[in-house]
């Protein structure tokens, strides 16, 4: 099969969550332009609505579908949603999520188990969701989780404490592992992208004040780009991954290299 063939998209269905902006929409960019039709969720109806027109002008198949992920009720009802619209769940990224900054002794006892509920409890719920419903059934499907470098260090003692978030993303690591081993007899791969520090919402306040010490921290010397993560995910989306399972792929710039 022809390199090209193994990265095309072509009537494939992704769904990624907190779609809109930042890193998740650029990961819709990437599927969209790889041929997949590509539903995002999102609290917010308006972003959602802007990220299609966007999508759209790059002559993306989307579908914007309005979920607060921190109700894991709602995800069932989310999944059905993209069902209905554009048929079986091929292609999964897990990417809502939110941080909360903070020392461990002021850290509230709410934002601890926002972070937790978001980061980890509703990626669970979700990938159950679209494990039973598309990808178990049909023995095929790939998921692509998004941890964090912070995922796999103690963090940065410049910047701002994130326990919780922190935590979380471990979380998310060892996730992607149990469960690529579970599913890897109905041949469903399962991965994750652990991202160092892109200029995002989320990160703004860790970038204020400090990007300067956390470029010169990172062996490429700049921040993560709107490129820089469309690579690993047509990768870990496509048939040219079917061989990768189980693996937290890290795109950092070299940061922890040598960790």
Not at 51 to 76: K, Q, W
Not at 176 to 181: I, K, N, P, Y
Request: net charge negative; aromatic share 4%.
């Amino acid at each position: 099969m022809s390199l090209k063939k193994l990265f095309d998209l072509t009537g494939r269905t992704a769904l990624v969550t907190g779609g809109s902006r930042g890193l998740g929409l650029q990961i819709a960019e990437a599927l969209g332009e790889l041929g997949a039709r590509v539903a995002i969720s999102a609290r917010k109806a308006k972003e959602l609505d802007d990220a299609v027109v966007h999508l759209e002008r790059l002559h993306i198949e989307a579908l914007p579908v309005v979920c607060d992920m921190a109700d894991t009720a709602t995800i069932a009802h989310m999944v059905e949603r993209v069902i209905d619209g554009f048929g079986p769940i091929d292609i999964l990224v897990n990417n809502a999520g939110t941080t909360w900054g903070a020392p461990a002794l002021e850290h509230p006892l709410e934002a601890w188990h926002k972070v937790l509920n978001l980061n980890l409890t509703a990626m669970f719920v979700a990938t159950q969701e679209v494990g039973r419903r598309c990808m178990v059934p049909r023995r095929q499907g790939k998921v692509i989780n998004l941890a964090s470098i912070y995922g796999l260090t103690g963090g940065d003692p410049i910047s701002a404490p994130t326990l919780a978030y922190n935590t979380s993303k471990g979380g998310v690591v060892n996730f992607t592992r149990s469960l690529a081993v579970e599913w890897a007899a109905h041949d469903i791969n399962v991965n994750a992208i652990a991202p160092g520090i892109f200029p995002t919402k989320m990160t703004q306040g860790m970038l204020a004040g400090a990007s300067d010490h956390i470029v010169a921290a990172v062996p490429l010397k700049r921040l993560g780009g709107p490129e820089d993560l469309k690579g690993v995910a047509a990768l870990l989306a496509s048939d040219a991954g079917a061989y990768i399972t189980g693996q937290i792929v890290v795109v950092d710039g070299g940061a922890i290299a040598d960790l």
